[in-house]
């Protein structure tokens, strides 16, 4: 099993639409979460980070956090042609604070 | 301007030839990391740093050698060991390792080509 689980996509959605990706985790002591978002050929970008359950949102993007069922997943309201990029989900494993990248999934917005 | 630099942007290496990636950054950070970045993968670990002349193997550190002389900088050298280096090569500083919570920024990246 991997560490971290992404769908590969790609996650085809309408301009405008609520795009939603999921993201599983294995290390049931992780603490901390985070969205990079990576347009081909560039580097990952922070889009958000979560700790605790629940919801958190800024402005479009809203993270979700469920520990319970190791799952994080990220929703991008409004979604607009250009949030169309690969989405990498991250998690510090405990220990050492090492992110652990899983394979990302691939978003396109159509207009 | 406050970042992370990488050059250079590409480079190429020639077989048997050890090539050396520079990360310099101006954040004040206190821990430095390198990742590599294989096309539809995700970012795996070679080496970080938490500290001025310390620095730890990630998971894939073979044919890889790095040193933090300064806190600003952390050149990543790949060596003629690595029989697989053509890859994104990405650097990423943190605020403070053993905080928990601190965020890993990246500088633009290195793609490295084989000749």
């Known amino acids: 099993q991997k560490e971290v689980e992404q769908n590969s996509g790609p996650l085809s959605v309408p301009e405008g639409a609520i795009a939603s990706l999921n993201c599983t985790y294995s290390?049931?002591?992780?603490?901390?979460f985070f969205w990079y978002r990576q347009y081909s050929g560039k580097s990952p970008e922070l889009i958000m980070s979560i700790y605790s359950n629940g919801d958190k949102e800024d402005g479009r993007f809203t993270a979700q956090l469920n520990k319970a069922s190791q799952y994080v997943s990220l929703l991008i309201r409004d979604s607009q042609p250009s949030d169309s990029a690969t989405y990498l989900c991250?998690?510090?494993?405990?220990?050492?604070?090492?992110?652990?990248f899983g394979t990302g999934t691939r978003l396109l917005v159509s207009p | 301007d406050g970042g992370i630099t990488q050059s250079p942007k590409y480079l190429f290496r020639k077989e048997g030839q050890n090539v050396t990636l520079s990360c310099e950054q101006n954040l004040n950070h206190d821990a430095m990391y390198w990742y590599r970045q294989d096309p539809g993968q995700g970012l795996r670990l070679i080496y970080y740093s938490q500290i001025v002349n310390d620095f730890q193997k990630g998971d894939i550190a073979e044919g890889y050698s790095v040193s933090r002389e300064k806190k600003e900088s952390f050149p990543l050298t790949v060596t003629s060991a690595q029989k697989n280096p053509t890859a994104f090569y990405l650097c990423?500083?943190?605020?403070?390792?053993?905080?928990?919570?601190?965020?890993?920024?990246f500088g633009p990246g290195t793609r490295l080509l084989v000749l």
């Open positions: 990423a500083s943190s605020i403070d390792p053993t905080g928990g919570r601190e965020t890993q920024y």
């Open positions: 991250a998690v510090m494993n405990t220990g050492f604070q090492k992110l652990v």
């Open positions: 290390d049931r002591v992780s603490q901390s």
